[in-house]
């Protein structure tokens, strides 16, 4: 009889294929001028809100961003026309409502107080990243700051802004000064009307002792 054929060796299983790897996610890094309009979209939003019902939890809000933003991006251009815009509107405003004897134009905020405390905690954020930045901007810089030291020392709340934005905003001013003498004159100029006002608006008769007690904050 013949020889039986050998049973055959059962088929293998196919080798399992490695998934190919997925593509690793790129991280998202926004361009120069994204970040710039986010940045000073959120300036914006700050000062425009200040004086709302709701405004100050926003700009509060804004402002925190804003100095998270600057954190990552410390070089961002800062469009500073907005602000100044901002700071003349406080100004008129803190004005009027001195000049109104009935006290009803500071109702709601409508004083500009409001409007000067998000100006100076947005002023603040940026010169902690931008120290440069208030000496190309110093006469904008008046406009905020003289309606606060002439109308709203009263203000407990304005005076601790007050300080703690001239603590850094002095010590910034100094140090690019010593730095980039061609900026010495202006920020002498700056400092000594700042001296006088501040000896105005705290009742001081000596604009030198005002003047000296700025220059050790």
Not at 105 to 130: F, M
Not at 198 to 204: I, S
């Amino acid at each position: 009889a013949p020889a039986s054929a050998p049973a055959s060796a059962p088929a293998s299983a196919p080798a399992a294929v490695a998934p190919a790897s997925a593509p690793a996610e790129e991280e998202f890094r926004p361009s120069a001028a994204i970040v710039e309009v986010l940045v000073n979209f959120l300036i914006r939003v700050a000062l425009m809100a200040a004086e709302g019902r709701d405004g100050p939890e926003l700009s509060e809000r804004c402002v925190s961003l804003l100095a998270s933003g600057l954190s990552l991006w410390p070089e961002v251009a800062i469009k500073y026309a907005f602000l100044d815009k901002q700071f003349q509107e406080a100004s008129r405003s803190s004005a009027n409502a001195a000049a109104a004897k009935d006290g009803a134009a500071s109702a709601g905020g409508a004083d500009g107080s409001n409007l000067l405390l998000t100006g100076l905690a947005v002023l603040h954020a940026i010169i902690k990243r931008q120290p440069a930045f208030l000496v190309r901007h110093l006469k904008s810089l008046h406009a905020l700051l003289a309606p606060a030291l002439e109308h709203h020392l009263e203000s407990q709340k304005m005076v601790s802004a007050l300080e703690a934005f001239l603590k850094d905003a002095l010590q910034n001013l100094g140090r690019v000064a010593r730095q980039a003498p061609q900026t010495q004159g202006d920020v002498a100029s700056f400092m000594h009307w700042l001296a006088e006002a501040c000896a105005l608006g705290l009742g001081t008769k000596d604009p030198a002792a005002a003047a000296a007690a700025a220059a050790a904050a």
